[in-house]
């Protein structure tokens, strides 16, 4: 039974370009969440989706930030336009429910930096 | 706001002693902690949970203790080895039930 699979596991990017961060659910799991983690600290929260549906995106930057969970395939995790400061680990996770009551499985996670 | 917070940054033990590590929480209305251990260059790993009706939760080698009058979570590793070397962190559902809020870690540092 395959955990989170994030790709690509390094991501290194130029200012002003696109990143794009995938994520595949653990099977059976319909509920992903994305955390962004920078050097020393703890992970702060994104966004919760289910498939096609974003549930709460209250810790997702106002601009060039988006993030997608269609029917099929992967979520996508959007960084338009990328500055210095977005240089941080992305990580994905995902729950069969809500995590009101539920362990979520983290996957390794994507470092971008952005050069 | 909403937030979760660990006492020590850092905790240095010695093999086969027992280790401590603990976090203070804010949202008194939280109904579910997780203890999570992450290795350097990797992501979470899930530790053991407990929800609000329970005040302690026994795992291998590991305790979770709460404490809902100070709002207090504390992990309790027991023979502490080696491979327990990693940022340790406290997590707890947000309000809306939606999203793990993370305290900043404790680094655990374990020595032979």
């Known amino acids: 039974n395959a955990g989170v699979m994030q790709n690509p596991r390094h991501l290194v990017r130029r200012r002003g370009q696109e990143a794009r961060l995938r994520c595949s659910p653990m099977?059976?799991?319909?509920?992903v969440y994305w955390y962004r983690q920078l050097p020393e600290e703890g992970l702060k929260f994104m966004v919760y989706?289910?498939?096609?549906?974003?549930?709460?995106e209250s810790g997702m930057p106002k601009e060039r930030f988006s993030a997608e969970f269609p029917k099929e395939g992967p979520s996508i995790l959007r960084i338009q336009q990328v500055v210095r400061g977005d240089s941080a680990a992305y990580f994905c996770a995902s729950s069969p429910r809500t995590t009101m009551n539920t362990e979520a499985f983290f996957g390794q996670g994507t470092r971008l930096t952005v050069v | 706001g909403e937030s979760v917070g660990l006492h020590l940054p850092t905790l240095s033990v010695q093999e086969g002693d027992n280790s401590i590590i603990n976090c203070a929480y804010s949202n008194s209305a939280s109904d579910y902690f997780i203890w999570y251990k992450q290795e350097s260059g990797k992501g979470p790993q899930f530790i053991i949970d407990?929800?609000?009706?329970?005040d302690k939760r026994q795992g291998q080698r590991v305790t979770v203790l709460l404490n809902k009058t100070v709002k207090h979570l504390s992990l309790q590793i027991a023979a502490t080895q080696p491979g327990d070397s990693a940022v340790y962190f406290c997590a707890e559902n947000n309000q809306a039930g939606t999203a793990l809020i993370f305290g900043k870690g404790t680094t655990l540092s374990v020595s032979s």
């Open positions: 099977k059976g799991h319909s509920h």
């Open positions: 407990i929800r609000s009706n329970m």
């Open positions: 989706l289910q498939k096609e549906n974003i549930i709460d």
